[in-house]
C-alpha cells in the first residue's frame, strides 16, 4: 500500500493505492493520525480511486478517523471511489457518516 498525504485548501488530502486490510490497517492510521496531527486540520478528504480492496479493519480505520475528526467539528469525505469498494462502504453504512465526491476539485470547492 502506498499512502500520500498533502493540504489543499485546508483539507488534508489522503491519496491511498492498493488494499486496506488487515495487513495495512496500522500503517494507515498512523499515517492518516500523525498527519493531523502535523497540519492542524480538521476537514479530511480520502482518494480512494487505486484501493481495490478494503476489508473490515480498514473500515474500522476510516470510522476511528471520522469519529476523531468529527469529534474536532470537522468533516470527513471521500471521492472516485471503486465500485467494488463502494459496495462495501453501502453494506457497511459508511455512506451514511461519510460525504463521497465525484472528484478531488468538487470536494475541495466544497469544503
Known sequence: MNI???LKRGVLLVR????LDMHVANEF???VDHALELSGVK?????LEAVKFIDS???GVL???YKKIS???GIMSATQIQPQVLQIFELSGLLKI???YHSEKEALECL
Open 98 to 100: 461519510i460525504k463521497l
Open 57 to 59: 479493519s480498514g473500515l
Open 16 to 19: 491511498v493505492e492498493g488494499e
Open 71 to 73: 469529534g474536532l467539528g
Open 29 to 31: 492510521r498512523e499515517t
Open 63 to 65: 470510522l476511528g478517523r
Open 43 to 47: 476537514h479530511v478528504l480520502f482518494n
Open 4 to 6: 500520500v498525504t498533502s
